[in-house]
């Protein structure tokens, strides 16, 4: 048996796959978990463009939990624009800098990895 840890969609799984004597390939049993998630990445890359120069970043993989910014909106270094959810906890996304909100690049519920854009500022 050899233990994994997986992470699809910014969700982390730990697999134990076992080794049979027939094949020596393993058989993962999330293998279903990648066809449902493909049609999801032409909705995230619709809004990536982003409309400002400014990037926001999620610091850590999770999902969106709240957003607390609107376009349009000004905002202050350090304010919060959205807030993700990882390992059971709320953790702020903050503007990098002072500015106006171009675009909100993410929707509640969206998985993000760690660097995945969330908002951009101008």
Do not use: C, H, W
């Amino acid at each position: 048996m050899k233990n994994y840890t997986i992470t699809v969609n910014g969700n982390v799984y730990d697999v134990t796959v076992e080794e049979s004597g027939a094949s020596s390939a393993p058989v993962a049993a999330k293998a279903p978990v990648a066809p449902k998630a493909a049609p999801a990445a032409p909705k995230a890359a619709a809004p990536a463009a982003g409309a400002g120069s400014i990037r926001v970043e999620a610091g850590a993989a999770g999902k969106v939990f709240k957003i607390e910014a609107k376009v349009g909106q000004a905002v202050k270094k350090g304010d919060t624009v959205v807030v993700i959810e990882a390992m059971k906890m709320e953790i702020p996304v903050v503007a990098p800098q002072d500015g106006t909100v171009a675009s909100i690049d993410a929707n509640v519920g969206d998985a993000v990895e760690a660097g995945g854009l969330l908002a951009t500022l101008k």
